[in-house]
């Protein structure tokens, strides 16, 4: 393998995946990629298919073979630093051996504060669509594997950005820049085709939102699967920087 450092965040969606991505599209020395498994999900996933928005734009205009995907990001060398923004179910039933060559870290989100926002898009979601199994299912791959992994909560980024930035910098053996913490409300050349659905809020942002607590009480429907999740998500917990 060659130097170049291949940053895999491993998500869950209605995180601060997007941000984290426009963070690292800041550094000079850095490419950023958006979700570049997503065809290859909708396209071994019927259902999945059926209710995303954007799902037919996203097939066309994407490369739908995983094994081709991982190729790409394995020979890619544009810049020193690669950071692959994924969403963890996207990884179906793909060969995860690639990832003793990636720089791999999983992005979780109390789902208290994520679950009714994911709601808002696509309705009556279930643990598979929101990834909290599959996290807990990448750490045990990583953990049995021996491969070195991160786990990042994004309360205690939005808490403290430039701290906890700091730390994935260092876990990722690469300098941390300032300008890491902000940068132009706007979209981006990399942004996905289904960003007018979901990027909203962060191409207005100027940087890392404050966190709030969310003020509305939680919504009953969905009560079944945050007990399906807390469990993960406090696993999750046990390993964040």
């Known amino acids: 393998m060659d130097n170049i450092k291949r940053i895999c965040l491993w998500s869950g969606p209605r995180n601060i995946s997007t941000a984290l991505m426009y963070s690292f599209a800041q550094r000079s020395d850095t490419k950023v990629f958006d979700e570049p498994l997503y065809a290859y999900y909708l396209s071994n996933h019927p259902e999945a298919h059926q209710y995303h928005p954007g799902a037919e734009d996203i097939l066309s205009t994407m490369e739908n073979n995983g094994a081709e995907v991982v190729n790409m990001m394995l020979r890619n060398n544009e810049k020193p630093v690669l950071f692959f923004k994924h969403m963890t179910h996207h990884l ?3 060969n995860r ?3 003793k060559n990636t720089i791999n870290v999983i992005l979780t989100r109390d ?8 709601d808002k898009v696509i309705e009556n979601p279930t643990i598979n669509d929101v990834g909290y199994s599959l996290h807990t299912e990448l750490l045990n791959y990583f953990q049995d594997n021996e491969i070195p992994f991160s786990v990042l909560d994004s ?4 808490l403290n950005p430039e701290k906890t930035l700091k730390k994935l910098c260092e876990f990722a053996n690469i300098p941390f820049e300032t300008n890491m913490l902000s940068w ?3 979209k981006r050349k990399e942004d996905g085709i289904w960003a007018k659905y979901w990027y909203d809020n962060v191409h207005k942002s100027s940087g890392f ?5 969310k003020q509305e009480q939680f919504p009953n429907h969905l009560k079944p699967l945050l007990n399906e999740c807390l ?3 406090k696993e999750l917990l046990q ?3």
């Open 231 to 233: 469990p993960h998500y």
């Open 97 to 99: 051996d690639f990832m």
């Open 111 to 118: 789902p208290k504060d994520m679950l009714p926002s994911f």
């Open 92 to 94: 179906l039933s793909l």
């Open 209 to 213: 939102l404050k966190y709030k607590t």
């Open 239 to 241: 390993h964040t920087i």
């Open 155 to 158: 309360k205690k980024v939005l």
């Open 184 to 186: 132009i409300p706007q």
